[in-house]
């Protein structure tokens, strides 16, 4: 069914259907040529009105089909044709008259050109297996390239950080990320520790995960998010937040992005000392990345919780980032940032605002 637009050609484009000519088993296929040449070799294959010839003395040699007076191959090959029949036989050939002849075991059967639709080798596969398999392999790219695709992003690196103490400490980051036409979902973990004279003084772990969904266009979305927190530090053994609610794009481009979000959702803490809240809060955030350059990226992530129970009890987030290429490499790169996170009502004892300093170097593997 797949060729059955090749059918009723004139003759070269009946010929230009041989694309897949025979290989012969071993160098006794001859071509003739107008100006009287003779050539020995393996017709490799013949077609778009030239011929492919294998030779022992010249290497692979590729002819004008115009130039050739004959063809001669001394091995069997399949040869199809429009009515639906197969031969199998040596194909003998000239230009010069409109017929092929193919030297079966029942003898000599001149069949006209416009009736073969393909020759090949004994023992390959025919051109309708061949095109059905191509046709399934394409399908299945096209399916593939439509299915999500998850990106590992991971960060390790030494900052300076400044607030309650002053310390030197390693930072590290794990993110796995799968964003489609319509949605997006984030799974991430990370984690800080310091020593200062063989004394820990950092020892912090955080990890959640988010989700957005494009609803009526590709700028509205809906999203949940939840997330674990715990920092033996700032006394918290546990800080977990559910939270959920609407967004917005406001710019939506390859290298431009900037969204809204604002929710509602859930916050428990509970603090070593046996301190424990339930509290209703708001999620107010805006991300935005900008790529300055084609190796240079600028990124701002904050966000605002303010619970229900008082207005002055409240926590800010920000992040703010660039990211360089570390040469040529798609995969390695420098992330130089800074965060600031501000508590209004810390335990007793610590400061309200911690800021970090980093400089990590991130692998993203796609």
Same mark, same amino acid.
């Given at each position: 069914?797949?060729?059955? %637009?090749?059918?009723?050609?004139?003759?070269?484009?009946?010929?230009?259907?041989?694309?897949?000519?025979?290989?012969?088993?071993?160098?006794?296929?001859?071509?003739?040529?107008?100006?009287?040449?003779?050539?020995? +070799?393996?017709?490799?294959?013949?077609?778009?009105? *030239?011929?492919?010839?294998?030779?022992?003395?010249?290497?692979?040699?590729?002819?004008?089909?115009?130039?050739?007076? /004959?063809?001669?191959?001394?091995?069997?090959?399949?040869?199809?044709?429009?009515?639906?029949?197969?031969?199998?036989?040596?194909?003998? =050939?000239?230009?010069?008259?409109?017929?092929?002849?193919?030297? /079966?075991?029942?003898?000599?059967?001149?069949?006209?050109?416009?009736?073969? #639709?393909?020759? =090949? *080798?004994?023992?390959?596969?025919?051109? @309708?297996?061949?095109?059905? @398999?191509? &046709?399934?392999?394409?399908?299945?790219? #096209?399916?593939?390239?439509?299915?999500?695709?998850?990106?590992?992003?991971?960060?390790?690196?030494?900052?300076?950080?400044? %607030?309650?103490?002053?310390?030197?400490?390693?930072? %590290?980051?794990?993110?796995?990320?799968?964003? /489609?036409?319509?949605?997006?979902?984030?799974?991430?973990?990370? +984690?800080?520790?310091?020593?200062?004279?063989?004394?820990?003084?950092?020892?912090?772990?955080?990890?959640?995960?988010?989700?957005?969904?494009?609803?009526?266009?590709?700028?509205?979305?809906?999203?949940?998010?939840?997330?674990?927190?715990? !920092?033996?530090?700032?006394?918290?053994?546990?800080?977990?937040?559910?939270?959920? %609610?609407?967004?917005?794009? =406001?710019?939506?481009?390859?290298?431009?992005?900037? *969204?809204?979000?604002?929710?509602?959702?859930?916050?428990? @803490?509970?603090?070593?000392?046996?301190?424990?809240?339930?509290?209703?809060?708001?999620?107010?955030?805006?991300?935005?990345?900008? !790529?300055?350059?084609?190796?240079?990226?600028? /990124? @701002?992530?904050?966000?605002?919780?303010?619970?229900?129970?008082?207005?002055?009890?409240?926590?800010?987030?920000?992040?703010?980032?660039?990211?360089?290429?570390?040469?040529?490499?798609?995969?390695?790169?420098?992330?130089?940032?800074?965060?600031?996170?501000?508590?209004?009502?810390?335990?007793?004892?610590?400061?309200?605002?911690?800021?970090?300093?980093?400089?990590?170097? &991130?692998? #993203?593997?796609?």
């Amino acid at each position: 069914m797949l060729l059955e %637009g090749h059918r009723g050609c004139a003759r070269w484009t009946s010929l230009a259907a041989l694309s897949l000519w025979m290989v012969a088993a071993s160098f006794g296929d001859a071509v003739t040529l107008r100006d009287g040449s003779r050539l020995i +070799g393996r017709v490799e294959r013949m077609g778009d009105g *030239k011929i492919k010839l294998i030779t022992q003395f010249a290497g692979d040699i590729e002819i004008d089909a115009s130039a050739l007076i /004959t063809i001669e191959t001394d091995e069997p090959v399949n040869v199809g044709l429009t009515t639906g029949d197969r031969l199998v036989g040596s194909v003998h =050939w000239s230009p010069t008259v409109d017929r092929v002849v193919v030297e /079966t075991d029942m003898g000599g059967i001149p069949v006209s050109v416009e009736k073969i #639709e393909a020759v =090949w *080798k004994i023992g390959d596969k025919s051109p @309708e297996e061949l095109a059905v @398999e191509a &046709l399934a392999q394409k399908a299945a790219e #096209e399916f593939e390239a439509k299915l999500p695709k998850w990106t590992l992003t991971i960060e390790a690196g030494a900052i300076y950080k400044e %607030g309650n103490t002053d310390r030197l400490e390693g930072r %590290g980051k794990i993110e796995a990320k799968r964003k /489609t036409d319509v949605d997006l979902m984030r799974l991430y973990a990370q +984690g800080a520790y310091s020593e200062e004279n063989d004394v820990r003084s950092t020892a912090e772990v955080k990890a959640g995960a988010y989700y957005e969904h494009l609803l009526f266009n590709d700028r509205f979305f809906l999203y949940g998010s939840t997330e674990a927190e715990y !920092d033996e530090f700032e006394n918290l053994d546990l800080r977990y937040t559910v939270v959920g %609610g609407p967004g917005y794009y =406001w710019i939506k481009q390859e290298t431009h992005e900037l *969204k809204t979000r604002t929710g509602l959702g859930y916050q428990h @803490e509970s603090f070593m000392d046996g301190t424990r809240t339930n509290e209703a809060i708001m999620d107010v955030g805006l991300n935005y990345r900008l !790529d300055i350059t084609p190796w240079v990226r600028f /990124t @701002e992530d904050a966000s605002y919780y303010p619970t229900f129970e008082s207005v002055r009890d409240h926590r800010l987030l920000f992040d703010t980032a660039f990211v360089f290429p570390i040469g040529t490499s798609d995969m390695w790169k420098i992330k130089l940032g800074v965060t600031h996170e501000y508590d209004a009502l810390p335990q007793p004892g610590y400061k309200r605002l911690d800021t970090t300093y980093y400089a990590n170097i &991130l692998a #993203e593997f796609k």
